[in-house]
């Protein structure tokens, strides 16, 4: 976890509010997957937080892309080819030409998720006579991927697509997952590969699985006005392991030794992220006492998080060891409220703070997935943060600067 001192550092070199990733702890989480489960693939889900991809490319085996802007930012930063897996219920034309007409050899997996999709797939790897290697995506009950009968259907018609190389199967099921439903996905998941390669004389299927391994947000779960205090970031990482000997038990169970990559985003990304917003205003308002930041609601997502009933990890760092401008002196309960102009921009509720300063910030912790893709950056035209990242090795760089959304909510045509 950044120290007081290193978030301080970064909030006067980058203003507030600002995302702060540790890349320390990033690579000890990844360390943590790779020693637990030595024998899986590690891909990333781009979606949790693209802003990690210099240092994840390095470390990991693939990156999982569901839209045409997440393959741009990884054209961008030359990840190759071979090691993306382009997923998505919609592609398009347009956006699967551009991946076939990139120069050089390779070409990303791509999942197929309807039988539209292989038709048009199809087409473009014939007309350009390139082999595309293809993962058949599995749906979990929703729009996404295909059910048995169709993966089936198109497995008994491969032969009609030699372009396609069907590799095996994609299955992503949810985030936030309990334990017992991971158990059963892999044994069934086993299951049917086995039967798949049985009745259609495969050979063996690769299974690339997002587990939507949990992470731990908050203190707990039915929050009390009496737990003001939020748990320790240390206390929260206590059920990774659990979780990680869970899954590898469920492999073992399964007997699966089949080539396994595992899609992960959240469980990666949210431990190395902080969010540090500035304290601008304190008052008392018929009795209750508010805490006014300089973020807000759009900048931060906490699963299960609804208007701040919920306390995760935050940590009160003083500006000028000492100062306080807030009254009552002693322990109180705050409301904390960010900037924007709506009632629901409430971070949290009966946070106790010991004499809170104007220029105090505030900083939350485990963050570093989704918040940082999932904000709802245009509402009020408010600037969007800066991302900064922070290694022993490399101290601190700047991975975006603040940026201005007011243009983009601009009209363009002359009034
Ligand atoms: C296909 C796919 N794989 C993996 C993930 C990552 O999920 P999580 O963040 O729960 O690990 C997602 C998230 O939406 C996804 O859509």
Not at 190 to 207: I, N, T, V
Not at 218 to 227: G, K
Request: hydrophobic share 40%.
């Amino acid at each position: 976890m950044l120290t007081d001192k290193l978030c301080q550092v970064a909030a006067e070199a980058y203003g507030t509010p600002v995302y702060l990733f540790d890349l320390d702890r990033l690579q000890q989480q990844v360390e943590l997957i790779r020693q637990q489960l030595p024998q899986a693939r590690l891909c990333f889900a781009v979606k949790a937080n693209p802003f990690l991809l210099p240092v994840l490319s390095r470390w990991l085996d693939r990156f999982e892309l569901c839209s045409p802007g997440e393959w741009s930012i990884t054209q961008q930063l030359k990840l190759p080819q071979d090691k993306l897996v382009i997923s998505g219920v919609y592609k398009s034309e347009a956006d699967l030409t551009a991946i076939f007409d990139q120069p050089g050899d390779c070409l990303p997996e791509i999942s197929l998720e309807s039988g539209e999709q292989l038709a048009l797939l199809n087409q473009l790897a014939r007309r350009r006579q390139r082999k595309v290697s293809v993962l058949l995506r599995l749906s979990s009950g929703n729009q996404f991927g295909l059910d048995e009968a169709d993966l089936r259907d198109i497995l008994a018609r491969r032969q009609a697509c030699p372009y396609l190389r069907i590799t095996g199967l994609q299955f992503y099921s949810g985030t936030q997952k309990h334990s017992r439903k991971i158990i059963a996905e892999v044994a069934r998941l086993e299951q049917l590969c086995r039967s798949l390669e049985h009745d259609y004389d495969l050979p063996p299927l690769a299974l690339e699985y997002g587990p939507g391994l949990a992470v731990r947000y908050f203190s707990d779960s039915s929050r009390s006005a009496d737990t003001a205090e939020p748990a320790a970031p240390d206390d929260l990482d206590k059920s990774d392991l659990v979780q990680l000997q869970v899954l590898r038990e469920a492999l073992t169970q399964a007997g699966c030794r089949r080539q396994l990559t595992l899609e992960m985003g959240r469980f990666l990304a949210a431990a190395c992220g902080s969010y540090l917003t500035q304290i601008v205003d304190l008052k008392t308002t018929r009795a209750d006492h508010y805490c006014i930041v300089d973020g807000g609601i759009h900048h931060l997502a906490y699963y299960g998080q609804m208007l701040g009933m919920k306390l995760p990890p935050v940590r009160l760092i003083k500006a000028v060891p000492g100062a306080a401008d807030a009254r009552p002196p002693a322990p109180a309960d705050w409301t904390v409220c960010g900037a924007l102009c709506t009632v629901n921009d409430v971070l949290l509720r009966c946070l106790r703070l010991t004499r809170p300063a104007r220029g105090d910030w505030l900083c939350f912790d485990r963050c570093g997935a989704y918040s940082v893709t999932e904000g709802l950056s245009l509402f009020l035209s408010r600037n969007l943060p800066a991302v900064a990242s922070y290694s022993t090795a490399n101290g601190w760089q700047c991975l975006r600067p603040a940026t201005a959304i007011w243009p983009l909510n601009q009209p363009q045509a002359p009034v």
